[in-house]
T-cell receptor, first 114, second 114 residues
């Protein structure tokens, strides 16, 4: 049973701070990793994807991947109240024929307070 | 606007009713999916279609019946559902056959079974 674990939170940070969201996964052969943001009552939207060990930066967001530790994280710099949402970690199956078979974590609720 | 359109957005149905959810993607993708999101549970993959052929049925009860007439349209036919089937049903699409390809979600259909 492939598992993706996230701290459900809620994680509360002050405006302007760095929010750190963490995710661990059980399938060592996983090859693709995604962070989705989901506002209440809305569908998930892609924030970041990462496939190789190390850091990947996009604006205020940085995804970090450590395959040896089976760990992926998302850092949000200069957090804004509009970042308040549930953040979903998703992990893709190994192999080139896995059609979007993402395993999702339960999500971490982030609250950014003014 | 995500390029994946779902209708209806909200549906209330009795346990003896038959209804259908519709999804259309305008992204030129080859693969389409149904995911289920229940309260307090991670997103669950239900079905995968690639070039309108079903490639994955994630042990979904037969009261859920998918139909994919072409690569742009996907339906989920519902009959004799149970109250525990009440959830957000998300359609998604992706470009190719690898889980490395990003999946894009529609806005979802909120289903309530009474």
């Amino acid at each position: 049973q492939k598992e993706v674990e996230q701290n459900s939170g809620p994680l509360s940070v002050p405006e302007g701070a760095i929010a750190s969201l963490n995710c661990t996964y059980s399938d060592r052969g996983s090859q693709s990793f995604f962070w989705y943001r989901q506002y209440s009552g809305k569908s998930p939207e892609l924030i970041m994807s990462i496939y190789s060990n190390g850091d990947k930066e996009d604006g205020r967001f940085t995804a970090q991947l450590n395959k040896a530790s089976q760990y992926v994280s998302l850092l949000i710099r200069d957090s804004q109240p509009s970042d308040s949402a549930t953040y979903l970690c998703a992990v893709g199956d190994a192999g080139g024929t896995s059609y979007g078979k993402l395993t999702f974590g339960q999500g971490t609720i982030l609250t950014v307070h003014p | 606007e995500t390029g994946v359109t779902q209708t209806p957005r909200h549906l209330v149905m009795g346990m003896t009713n038959k209804k259908s959810l519709k999804c259309e993607q305008h992204l030129g993708h080859n693969a389409m999916y149904w995911y289920k999101q229940s309260a307090k549970k991670p997103l669950e993959l239900m079905f995968v279609y690639n070039f309108k052929e079903q490639t994955e049925n994630n042990s979904v009860p037969s009261r859920f019946s998918p139909e994919c007439p072409n690569s742009s349209h996907l339906f989920l036919h519902l009959h004799t559902l149970q109250p525990e089937d009440s959830a957000l049903y998300l359609c998604a699409s992706s470009q190719g056959p690898s889980s490395g390809n990003t999946i894009y979600f529609g806005e979802g259909s909120w289903l309530t079974v009474v």
